[in-house]
């Protein structure tokens, strides 16, 4: 994204919208609305968009052609739309996807809700049949706008060319601020051809979009009240803490205050993760010593993190002597699944340096020293005993060899949890993964998007078996863009998650999850023109990750582990994060 596009998320000093083109049009001067589409994604500052073309979006397709605005092709809409999504959230800029009508459409509706679920900006601009025949069965129609209703934050259909420019500016708008999210924009395609004046709309009248900013002072000198008196207080730190660039001042407030900091699996780097108060992640899959300081604690204080239910497990069990602050920029948020004491909506960045300036340093000592024995006596580890390749072990190797210094997706399943678990990170926005919908087939196309929008960056997928086989197409998107991306298939022959589930809870019986007969992933990789290699004992894993980072373009390992491993910790469901089977 230019210079032209300049985003500050939760707070309303957006600015610097459409500078360069607002007055580019001359007075009078009529352009197709797909030309007004392209010239408005200009004046957002996009400079790069993913999509598959199809019938209903030709006329935009053509005026992307002519413009210098960067279109990746992927292999299915899918993969275009987990591609913007990743691009989003490493860049902190929104992702833009581009699919044509009906199926082209309905294919973006499990990425539009994945971003959804985890608050990712993203714009999706589908075509439409045109409007006589909307209603009416049309071939390649669907009712786009009315099927994503509650999985964006606001969806538009085009029916005059004059306001789409102005649908823009709202629709980056909407998705930017606040809680972020999607919009989509269905365009139909007679709109993309009539034509109207270019006018680029320097303000907005949103009269019914309204969002917190400025928190309130007196609940943040009721929390900084709170703090000082309590004696064993945790902070949780979610994926808000990300979004609101809020990280250094997390920092600052658990050095100062001394307070331990455990994080949600989409929290991961908000606070260095080889800091000492850095607990690891809490919840199902969590570090023993986070759920046990959660559930001994007398105040919790959650920082942009909603309460999901594998971060409580049993809401009522869930740190059942503390006071609760809760701070997110959502206010539907607040006492949505737990109450809170002291609910604080607003800008997170904003009320922490608030909080900051009224805090008051108690002395935690006595309870860092008790969560820090919990830490030593109930380590993260696994049996490295036997001659089969562990899972645990590859993935710890990974993140050994990165060292910090690469920007890793994943897929969800098994592998998702152990990296969580032993890939550390010490930046946000380097940890991207599908939380809330928990989409498989999400980490390669993300990895894509990732790639595109951070160009000089080393990015890592680390997927399964199952998850590379959801949207392996886009393999061919990788090869065809050289796009240098590492990718770790943890190969265990099974949908590892649902086969622990039913080897725990189910009699060991494992229905339809062995998935043995999977493609050869070397020769797979070696028709996509990828580099390929696999490993199958420990003494094979550093010399492939090594060979692997330094190869210039992509490369794909096929590691071969343990069939039946499980991911320990592991708290049940419906059961209390003190009480975990296998730490």
């Not at 309905?106 to 539009?112: D, E, P, R, S, Y």
């Not at 999210?181 to 270019?198: R, S, W, Y």
């Not at 740190?319 to 607003?346: C, F, M, N, T």
């Amino acid at each position: 994204m230019s210079d032209a596009g300049k985003y500050r998320y939760n707070n309303s000093e957006v600015t610097g919208r459409g500078d360069l083109l607002k007055n580019q049009a001359a007075s009078g001067e009529m352009l197709s609305g797909a030309e007004i589409m392209v010239r408005a994604l200009k004046a957002e500052g996009v400079d790069t968009v993913f999509g598959y073309p199809g019938g209903a979006v030709l006329a935009l397709y053509d005026e992307l052609y002519k413009s210098d605005i960067r279109h990746i092709l992927t292999r299915h809409e899918q993969g275009a739309v987990h591609a913007a999504d990743g691009y989003a959230r490493a860049t902190g800029r929104p992702g833009v996807v581009i699919a044509t009508s009906g199926p082209g459409a309905t294919n973006l509706v499990t990425g539009i809700a994945n971003a959804h679920m985890d608050s990712v900006p993203i714009i999706c601009i589908t075509g439409q049949v045109s409007l006589d025949m909307v209603g009416r069965d049309s071939f390649q129609e669907a009712d786009i706008t009315g099927i994503t209703i509650p999985i964006t934050k606001y969806s538009y259909l085009i029916k005059d060319p004059c306001k789409v420019a102005s649908t823009v500016r709202e629709a980056f708008y909407i998705a930017t601020t606040g809680r972020p999210g999607p919009v989509l924009i269905d365009f139909p395609k007679d709109m993309m051809v009539k034509k109207a004046e270019f006018r680029y709309p320097p303000e907005l009248d949103l009269p019914g979009y309204r969002f917190r900013t400025r928190p309130n002072r007196e609940m943040i000198r009721e929390a900084a009240r709170l703090l000082a008196e309590s004696t064993r207080p945790v902070i949780v730190a979610g994926g808000g803490v990300a979004q609101a660039g809020a990280q250094r001042e997390l920092l600052n407030l658990a050095e100062r205050s001394g307070i331990p900091v455990a994080t949600t699996m989409m929290g991961k780097g908000t606070i260095p993760e080889d800091h000492h108060l850095c607990l690891g992640m809490l919840g199902m899959h969590g570090t023993a010593y986070a759920n046990f300081a959660v559930s001994s604690c007398d105040l919790l204080m959650a920082l942009g993190a909603r309460f999901d239910d594998r971060v409580t497990a049993r809401v009522d069990t869930f740190a059942p002597r503390a006071r609760i602050i809760h701070v997110d920029i959502d206010p539907a948020e607040l006492g949505k699944i737990k109450s809170a004491d002291i609910s604080i909506a607003g800008d997170l960045r904003r009320v922490l340096m608030d909080l900051l300036a009224e805090f008051q340093p108690a002395d935690y000592s006595a309870w860092r020293e008790r969560v820090y024995r919990w830490r030593e006596e109930n380590p993260l580890a696994y049996d490295q005993n036997g001659s089969s390749l562990k899972p645990q072990y590859v993935i710890q190797r990974i993140s050994d060899i990165l060292a910090g210094d690469a920007i890793v997706t994943t897929d969800v399943g098994q592998h998702q949890m152990w990296a969580a678990q032993y890939v550390k990170r010490n930046k946000p926005r380097t940890f991207i993964t599908s939380g809330g919908l928990g989409t498989m087939g999400f980490g390669l196309p993300a990895a894509m998007g990732v790639q595109v929008g951070c160009p000089d960056a080393l990015v890592f997928c680390i997927t399964g078996d199952g998850s590379i086989q959801m949207n392996s197409q886009e393999l061919a998107t990788v090869a065809h863009y050289r796009l240098p991306v590492k990718i770790a298939i943890i190969n265990n022959g099974y949908l590892g998650m649902v086969r622990q589930w039913q080897e725990l809870f189910f009699g060991a019986r494992y229905a339809h999850s062995d998935i043995s007969g999977g493609p050869d992933f070397v020769k797979l990789g070696d028709a996509y023109g990828i580099k390929a290699m696999r490993v199958t004992d420990r003494d094979g894993v550093e010399p492939a990750l090594v060979e692997a980072l330094g190869h210039q373009g992509p490369v794909m390992i096929d590691f071969v582990v343990e069939r039946e491993e499980n991911v320990f910790p592991m708290v049940p469901a419906g059961g209390s994060l003190n009480k975990m089977l296998g730490r």
